[in-house]
């Protein structure tokens, strides 16, 4: 009789932290073989993708607004590998509401990439022909200068290269500082051509705002449980982890819990924000890990949310150039959610949101709420003769990293000199931003280094849209 064939045991990993990063680094290694243990401290998954329950109505609200763009390619395959792709919706414009209250859409025209959107930029009402003309050279300049000073912030390379007041004001402001959440003055040269290349110029799908249709709760926290569930991933909510354990003789041997339990592991992915990092690593792993995230900082985002008893808003979505009030968001013409979470003809629930909102962080909630109805008065003067029924700000204050001059510098690889130990998170060496495709791009990444670890290489990140003909040539790209 021939004895059976030892097979050994799967190799354990556990995921710390239950946000984009840690859910796409689950999502890609199930199926591979592996006992996957996902760690969230909180009852809910979705890191800052995530919703609140309204005590008066009981509904889920979001912290603050999540959307998506074409060019985000890594992102939208994590959500078609976990069945929620349906649950955001693609549009074909951005619309534009300027202080004069004049519309002015953007959206693709018949032209190929770069000059996809030349017709809707010259159409914009609130830029002069010497505006338009100034954006036109910084966008050149944007695409073939590499030689940005140090420490130049992308005010000053603005400066530098002839833009007009009106110009960076009311486009690059507009376009960079909602995409990067920070102020132009702080903001990194390399990360605003990121968005500006990959978003507007090198593709025609790459502009293009994905909108959630359900609140982000549901989205990335009751759905993605579901699945990874049904593929064999063990997620443990309201879980925290003490500490990574780790010594000399034995490298990595697993984490402790903050209750006390040992879980062994034979690889960790800490999925954790960059101000977490330290606080889980032991002394013996090393002064130059233990220094992880250290000199990053973070940069805020504020979301009113509003019930009105009448509708307010015509646009689904709409950007406000030149005000407090960046973008609104109607979810009652997106989500179909009423007074009550329920559908309603008559009233409205409007999100709006600030990005690098470091003016109101002196502010209580009362005075917000109250500079933000005084703007959208000004917007829609019907504002004035509605009932706000209810209302609630949320500042995020460490939202994402703040993208400063010289900030890739600061950003590790996921993979560190520990073996068996990753990061994953929108903080580290992504090559994109603070976003939700960096998130997902680094929860990906993490998991290829697993997988290379265990011998079994895999290309798991999906590359950025291919760049057209035209805007190669045009971007000196060969």
Same mark, same amino acid.
């Given at each position: ?301 504020? /979301? !009113?949310?509003?019930?009105? +008893? #009448? %509708? ?10 030149? =005000? *407090? ?123 290829? /280094? !697993?997988?290379?670890?265990? +011998? #079994? %290489? ?10 057209? =003909? *035209? ?8």
């Amino acid at each position: 009789m021939t004895p059976a064939a030892y097979k050994p045991p799967a190799p354990r990993v556990v995921i710390v932290g239950g946000g984009l990063a840690g859910l796409a680094a689950a999502a890609r290694l199930v199926g591979r073989g592996l006992h996957i243990t996902l760690l969230e401290s909180r009852p809910r998954l979705g890191g800052r993708a995530s919703s609140f329950v309204d005590p008066v109505t009981g509904e889920l609200v979001d912290n603050c607004q999540h959307i998506s763009m074409g060019c985000c390619t890594n992102l939208a395959d994590f959500c078609r590998r976990v069945g929620i792709g349906q649950g955001l919706k693609r549009a074909p414009e951005i619309v534009f509401l300027d202080r004069e209250r004049r519309v002015a859409r953007f959206r693709a025209g018949p032209w190929p990439a770069p000059f996809h959107l030349a017709g809707s930029f010259l159409r914009l009402p609130f830029l002069s022909i010497k505006d338009k003309l100034a954006i036109a050279r910084g966008m050149v300049a944007l695409a073939r200068d590499s030689l940005d000073l140090p420490g130049e912030t992308f005010a000053q390379w603005l400066v530098r290269h002839g833009q007009t007041e009106p110009a960076i004001e009311l486009f690059w402001g507009t376009i960079l500082v909602s995409a990067l959440n920070e102020r132009l003055d702080r903001m990194d040269v390399a990360h605003a051509r990121k968005v500006i290349l990959d978003g507007f110029v090198r593709n025609r799908e790459g502009y293009t705002p994905e909108i959630p249709l359900l609140p982000l709760g549901e989205l990335y926290g009751a759905r993605l449980e579901r699945w990874l569930a049904e593929h064999g991933v063990d997620v443990r909510l309201t879980t925290g982890l003490d500490q990574v354990e780790w010594d000399d003789e034995n490298g990595l041997t697993g984490v402790r819990l903050r209750k006390g339990e040992h879980l062994p592991a034979d690889f960790v992915i800490l999925a954790v924000p960059f101000d977490r990092v330290r606080e889980l690593l032991p002394e013996s792993s090393g002064e130059c890990v233990r220094q992880l995230g250290r000199d990053l900082a973070a940069s805020p985002i504020t /979301g !009113v949310h509003l019930w009105f +008893d #009448r %509708p307010i808003c015509p646009f689904e979505f709409v950007a406000t150039p030149g =005000r *407090l009030i960046q973008w609104v968001f109607n979810h009652t013409a997106i989500q179909g959610r009423g007074l009550a979470g329920r559908p309603s003809s008559t009233g409205e629930y409007l999100q709006i949101v600030i990005s690098a909102s470091y003016d109101l962080l002196d502010l209580n909630r009362d005075q917000i709420r109250a500079r933000v109805l005084d703007d959208l008065a000004q917007i829609w003067p019907e504002t004035r003769h509605a009932q706000l029924v209810r209302s609630w700000v949320v500042t995020e204050h460490g939202a994402t990293f703040a993208v400063r001059p010289g900030v890739d510098a600061l950003r590790p690889a996921q993979r560190t000199s520990l073996d068996g130990l990753f990061l994953a998170g929108d903080w580290t060496s992504t090559g994109w931003p603070a976003t939700m495709e960096g998130a997902v791009r680094s929860g990906y990444m993490a998991a290829e /280094g !697993v997988l290379q670890d265990l +011998d #079994r %290489p895999t290309r798991l990140v999906r590359p950025d849209l291919p760049t057209s =003909r *035209l805007s190669r040539w045009l971007l000196a790209e060969g």
